[in-house]
Structures are given as structure tokens and as C-alpha cells.
């Protein structure tokens, strides 16, 4: 299960200006940004969500210098937790019934950071 810390008075602040952005209708931007409080915690892929989603409604609040600095570190690097594809060698258990599906099949793989 990943980390879960408390949200920071920076990251509070950041959400409360992003909430002030029109969303589309039932849209989970929306939901997401409104349901953070003092009491949330959130993940490292919470914290690149909320970056993520002040990225791209931008252009209509202003934000800091601080702000996109924080902004821009975050979308930096990969997304935590992301699900990759990796190619894999068909197990001995796995019967081999004549196709080619079953050789080098793509497997999901959660990457942890």
C-alpha cells in the first residue's frame, strides 16, 4: 500500500486556488480537487495527480513561481505507481498449445518507486 502522508499547507493552498477552476460536469478533476481538506493525506501519486490536474487547467488562475516550480518537479519524473508492460518468458507450467500468443506475452507490473 503506498505511503500516505498529510497534505501540506503549500499543497492545501495550491488545491484551494485550482477548486476555484470550472471543471467539466461529474468530471473526477472536480471531485478529487473539491474532496482535499487539512485533514486529507495523500500519496506520492496524489501529489503528482494534483500537479497534474493544476497543469492543466492553468490558464485560467494564476499561480506562484513556487507554485510551478512545485508544479514542474512533479511532472518531471515518471508517475508513481504506474502500471508498465514488460515482455516475459512463458512459465514451464504453461502448456504450449501451438500458438504464438503465448510466447512472448505482455505481462502488467505495478512499478514501485
Not at 24 to 50: C, E, M, Q, T
Amino acid at each position: 500500500m503506498p505511503q500516505m502522508t498529510p497534505i501540506s499547507e503549500f499543497e492545501l493552498r495550491l488545491a484551494d486556488r485550482v477548486a476555484c477552476a470550472t471543471f467539466p460536469v461529474g468530471h473526477s478533476h472536480k471531485r478529487f480537487i473539491r474532496g482535499i481538506s487539512a485533514a486529507s493525506k495523500l500519496s506520492d501519486r496524489g501529489r503528482w495527480y494534483l500537479a497534474f490536474i493544476a497543469n492543466r487547467y492553468r490558464w485560467q488562475y494564476k499561480l506562484s513561481e513556487e507554485q510551478w516550480a512545485w508544479i514542474r518537479e512533479r511532472l518531471s519524473g515518471d508517475i508513481p505507481g504506474r502500471q508498465t508492460e514488460r515482455e516475459t518468458e512463458p512459465s514451464s507450467a504453461t502448456p504450449d498449445i501451438g500458438g504464438p500468443s503465448l510466447r512472448n506475452r505482455k505481462q502488467t507490473v505495478i512499478v514501485q518507486p
